[in-house]
């Protein structure tokens, strides 16, 4: 079973530019989430997804950063336009089930904005 | 204010001694924690968990107790071993399926 990956591996950008990032999720699992790390910082949720709907989007900072997951396959996470503070590791996890815990984890994005 | 803290930045251990990782927590309305294990480059990796209606879990070589009254829990390696040196995090949810909220890590080396 492939777990959950996500592209790009690596995404430098300047300042007021625009950049997507990719998750595919397990498939079969309805449950997506986004959490970013700063260097040194904490894992941060972002937003939840359940299928196509959003369950949960406490997280996300600001109206520059718009998620979608069209189908309720997989989700992309638009930066618009990029900030400094924006730099750091953006995680995607999905699960199963609505009711489950444990959370699965792809590789992460590392975005860095000059 | 961080919910989940884990006070220790870093542990270095020598091979085949028990590594032991801390994790406190402020949220009494946490009900279910999980530790996970990251590699650089590479994703968190779950590794286990624990139920708040436990005190105990244990998997192979990682044992993970739980203290309530003192909202603290920790991880127990025995033996550890090189392969696990990595970046330790705890995290915690309130309801399944909802965010985890995670502390800053512990960077675990274990030498030979």
């Known amino acids: 079973e492939a777990g959950v990956t996500q592209f790009p591996s690596h995404s430098v950008i300047e300042k007021g530019q625009t950049v997507t990032l990719r998750c595919d999720p397990i498939?079969?699992?309805?449950?997506l989430y986004w959490y970013r790390r700063v260097m040194g910082k904490e894992i941060k949720f972002l937003l939840h997804?359940?299928?196509?709907?959003?369950?949960?989007e406490s997280g996300m900072p600001n109206n520059r950063f718009l998620a979608e997951r069209t189908g309720g396959t997989y989700s992309t996470l638009k930066v618009q336009p990029a900030e400094l503070e924006d730099s750091g590791v953006y995680f995607c996890?999905?699960?199963?089930?609505?009711?489950?815990?444990?959370?699965?984890f792809g590789p992460g994005t590392r975005l860095t904005v000059l | 204010d961080q919910q989940v803290k884990q006070n220790s930045p870093s542990l270095s251990v020598q091979e085949g001694r028990i590594s032991i990782l801390n994790c406190d927590y402020t949220?009494?309305?946490?009900?279910?924690f999980l530790w996970y294990k990251k590699y650089p480059a590479e994703g968190p990796t779950f590794l286990i968990s624990?139920?708040?209606?436990?005190d105990k879990n244990e998997d192979g070589r990682f044992t993970v107790f739980l203290n309530k009254s003192a909202k603290h829990l920790s991880l127990h390696i025995v033996p550890s071993q090189p392969g696990d040196s990595a970046v330790y995090f705890c995290?915690?949810?309130?309801?399944?399926?909802?965010?985890?909220?995670f502390g800053k890590g512990t960077t675990l080396s274990v030498s030979s």
């Open positions: 498939s079969g699992h309805d449950n």
């Open positions: 949220n009494s309305m946490f009900d279910y």
């Open positions: 995290a915690a949810s309130a309801q399944a399926g909802t965010a985890l909220i």
């Open positions: 997804f359940v299928k196509e709907s959003k369950q949960d």
């Open positions: 624990i139920s708040s209606i436990k």
């Open positions: 996890a999905s699960s199963q089930v609505l009711f489950a815990h444990e959370q699965f």
